[in-house]
């Protein structure tokens, strides 16, 4: 498998506008879901298996008919040569976070491992790892390091409605930006492969947000519950 691969201008401008607007207005973005590298961070997150993309796609609707293109055997192809295809493992669970950085702030050196507690596999790490560009600054700085051990593998300068997928295992980090106002805005998705056993004790669809019960109830008033569903 390839360490990462990019691709610039990934949607149509009209798809790229509305779904940055969608996740950036979003009344769920408050302080980071996440420890360590992220505490300086703001945003939100969502954890979905197969069974609830459709409630994701409900969410988000901006996310659209290219979510897929993000998703599972797209992201395998990005990274994957085709002679390999066939033993690669396709994603079939997803943590999606919503990371905003704002000036000077940084995310430290890492391997994603977010849902490695929850899914009981101790060496659990995602397949891949997908980032789209949302929002960046004109400033200096602000790059994606990625790293195979020792070594720097990339150095990837943000830009606007570029994606990026890359390996999993590998460690990486964002360093600051300096000279400009603004948010480092960025759609984070770990995509993972696991056992049914493991797959089990993952929920569908569950919402993460340190916004304000008041913000999750706007969020959810265009939706009421029917009776007798229960909210994660």
Same mark, same amino acid.
């Given at each position: 498998?390839?360490?990462?691969? #990019?691709?610039?201008?990934?949607? *149509?401008?009209?798809?790229? %506008?509305? /779904? @940055?607007?969608?996740?950036?207005?979003?009344?769920? &973005?408050?302080?980071?879901?996440?420890?360590?590298?992220?505490?300086?961070?703001?945003?939100?997150?969502?954890?979905?298996?197969?069974?609830?993309?459709?409630?994701?796609?409900?969410?988000?609707?901006?996310?659209?008919?290219?979510?897929?293109?993000?998703?599972?055997?797209?992201?395998?192809?990005?990274?994957?040569?085709?002679?390999?295809?066939?033993?690669?493992?396709?994603?079939?669970?997803?943590?999606?976070?919503?990371?905003?950085? #704002?000036?000077?702030?940084?995310? *430290?050196?890492?391997?994603? %491992?977010? /849902? @490695?507690?929850?899914?009981?596999?101790?060496?659990? &790490?995602?397949?891949?790892?997908?980032?789209?560009?949302?929002?960046?600054?004109?400033?200096?700085?602000?790059?994606?390091?990625?790293?195979?051990?020792?070594?720097?593998?990339?150095?990837?300068?943000?830009?606007?409605?570029?994606?990026?997928?890359?390996?999993?295992?590998?460690?990486?980090?964002?360093?600051?930006f300096e000279g400009a106002e603004g948010l480092r805005a960025s759609l984070v998705i770990e995509q993972y492969h696991f056992t049914p056993d493991a797959l089990a004790r993952l929920p569908e669809f569950q919402l993460e947000s340190r916004a304000g019960f008041g913000a999750y109830l706007q969020h959810h008033a265009a939706r009421p519950l029917a009776p007798f569903d229960v909210?994660?």
């Amino acid at each position: 498998m390839r360490e990462y691969r #990019s691709q610039r201008a990934f949607l *149509a401008p009209a798809h790229f %506008t509305a /779904l @940055r607007e969608a996740f950036l207005g979003s009344s769920l &973005v408050g302080g980071s879901t996440l420890a360590g590298p992220f505490e300086t961070s703001r945003g939100f997150g969502v954890t979905f298996r197969d069974a609830g993309r459709a409630r994701m796609l409900e969410r988000f609707p901006a996310l659209g008919p290219h979510f897929d293109a993000m998703l599972g055997e797209p992201a395998v192809r990005a990274l994957t040569p085709w002679w390999r295809r066939t033993l690669t493992r396709v994603p079939n669970c997803w943590y999606l976070n919503v990371l905003l950085v #704002s000036s000077g702030g940084t995310v *430290a050196r890492h391997i994603d %491992t977010t /849902l @490695r507690k929850p899914s009981g596999v101790e060496d659990s &790490v995602p397949e891949m790892v997908s980032v789209l560009y949302l929002s960046i600054p004109k400033a200096k700085g602000g790059e994606l390091l990625i790293w195979d051990g020792p070594n720097e593998v990339a150095r990837l300068a943000p830009e606007e409605n570029a994606l990026v997928h890359f390996r999993g295992d590998l460690a990486h980090e964002v360093c600051a930006f300096e000279g400009a106002e603004g948010l480092r805005a960025s759609l984070v998705i770990e995509q993972y492969h696991f056992t049914p056993d493991a797959l089990a004790r993952l929920p569908e669809f569950q919402l993460e947000s340190r916004a304000g019960f008041g913000a999750y109830l706007q969020h959810h008033a265009a939706r009421p519950l029917a009776p007798f569903d229960v909210e994660p």
